[in-house]
């Protein structure tokens, strides 16, 4: 198995293990985004007046025809925390309402989701998934347990960050629907990592980052939202679009397209970075999705036996990123983002190898995560192998 790794600018000094915090852009992609960005410079008016709006439809055809989703139902965002916010403001939520919310859910969305519901005196329901999590039924079981006749919307990562969990989306889905309650997928690991397809998929709302599995440069990342609910949601950016009207162009997509004045490009590679990833491997982006996942899967087996930890879960649960617990509780966990984990900064430090140790307050854990990106093969693994025998027992 071979990495791919020319085709990145990744710094030759390092080892880097943390495509999931916030991927990385290979060359080729950035290239056509400075070409874009040279063409908007030389001519602002004529870029964002005239050209901008069929480039960005391109763009959508190429991202929808990947993930299984009407241009219709599929608008950009510069991010995933924004396609939560967008969603979450947007929705009617009234005093006594319950949003469901997994423990293992991306801090930054769960605090959009609080706030939301605090303003309306809704109420957050948390709920606790075991960890390590031996079976997805347990996900679904949890989740359903929870559900009660005031529950109007489930917050569900299709993969979580700090444990790296694959979650059961298409049942948790179904079984939400049938009990009246709306989906909010949080596909921020999903699109590059593992095959989506949105329409069958059938959630009231999924966003996802373009920049991190599918290596398109940062700030690109979309909102899918189902038809019946599409009159319902508005940008977290109120602009132009509330009020202009173009028969061609329904109101989803004149607010969602214009959010005020930005830099677009990272957008409009999309289909230069899914041409791009579709040359890698045999197969196409499958072949690649399907190499790193088994790349994932053969050094996350690797790493817990160094460790001496069990595996966490099992691998139907695991996508190109896997979390290991640490055995030590008695380091103080780090506040992210503010500080590193000792055992991570030692290894950038002493072995410059970059991965995340993530505190865990839900389990009163920490966590080492892998990620399994083109641009990574097992040498990778094996530097990190090395540094950590190196490391002072006492961080692990
Ligand atoms: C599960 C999950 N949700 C949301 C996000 C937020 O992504 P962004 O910072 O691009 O909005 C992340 C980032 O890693 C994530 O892992």
């Known amino acids: 198995m071979t990495g791919h790794r020319a085709h990145w600018d990744l710094d030759e000094e390092v080892t880097f293990l943390n495509h999931g915090s916030y991927g990385a852009c290979p060359r080729v ?22 050209e901008y709006q069929d480039a960005l439809d391109e763009a959508r055809a190429s991202l929808g025809a990947l993930i299984g989703a009407q241009p219709e139902d599929l608008a950009f965002v510069p991010n995933a925390t924004y396609g939560v916010n967008s969603v979450v403001a947007s929705f009617p939520l009234r005093a006594g309402d319950e949003i469901l919310v997994p423990n293992h859910a991306y801090a930054a969305c769960h605090n959009a989701v609080d706030y939301f519901a605090e303003r309306a005196g809704a109420q957050v329901k948390v709920i606790p998934i075991p960890f390590p999590c031996e079976d997805p039924e347990i996900v679904i079981e949890r989740v359903l347990a ?15 960050s700090p444990t790296a969990l694959m979650m059961p989306v298409a049942g948790l889905v179904e079984a939400l629907e049938e ?50 609910r599409r009159e319902r949601v508005r940008p977290a950016a109120i602009s132009h679009g509330a009020t202009a009207s173009d028969e061609r162009r329904s109101r989803f997509h004149l607010e969602f397209d214009w959010t005020g004045t930005y830099d677009p490009t990272a957008l409009l590679v999309i289909p230069d970075a899914i041409a791009f990833l579709e ?16 790349l994932c899967l053969t050094e996350r087996e690797h790493l817990a036996d160094l460790l001496r930890t069990p595996l966490p879960c099992p691998e ?38 970059e991965i995340p140790v993530f505190a865990w307050p839900a389990l009163d854990t920490r966590m ?18 090395e540094a950590l025998k190196g490391a002072p027992s006492e961080l692990l």
Not at 146 to 160: G, H, K, M
């Open 179 to 228: 009990r009246g309650v709306d989906t909010l997928v949080d596909a921020a690991h999903g699109v590059g990592m593992t095959p989506l397809d949105l329409d069958t998929l059938g959630a009231a709302y999924t966003t996802g980052n373009c920049h991190k599995w599918l290596c398109t440069p940062k700030g690109s990342a979309f909102l899918h939202v189902r038809a019946d």
């Open 279 to 294: 040359t890698l491997e045999d197969g196409g982006i499958d072949g690649l999705m399907a190499r790193n996942r088994s």
């Open 316 to 353: 139907s649960m695991i996508g190109t990123l896997a979390a290991i617990p640490l055995r030590n509780r008695d380091v103080r966990p780090a506040v992210w983002p503010l500080e590193e984990d000792p055992l991570q900064e030692w290894l950038w430090a002493e072995a410059r190898v």
């Open 29 to 50: 992609v950035r290239e056509a985004q400075r070409a874009w960005q040279d063409r908007m410079e030389s001519e602002p008016v004529r870029f964002f007046q005239r």
């Open 368 to 385: 080492i995560r892998i990620s399994a990106a083109a641009h990574n093969d097992p040498s990778d693994y094996a530097r990190l192998r």
């Open 146 to 160: 929870a559900v009660t006749d005031r529950t109007v919307l489930a917050l569900i990562d299709w993969v979580t």
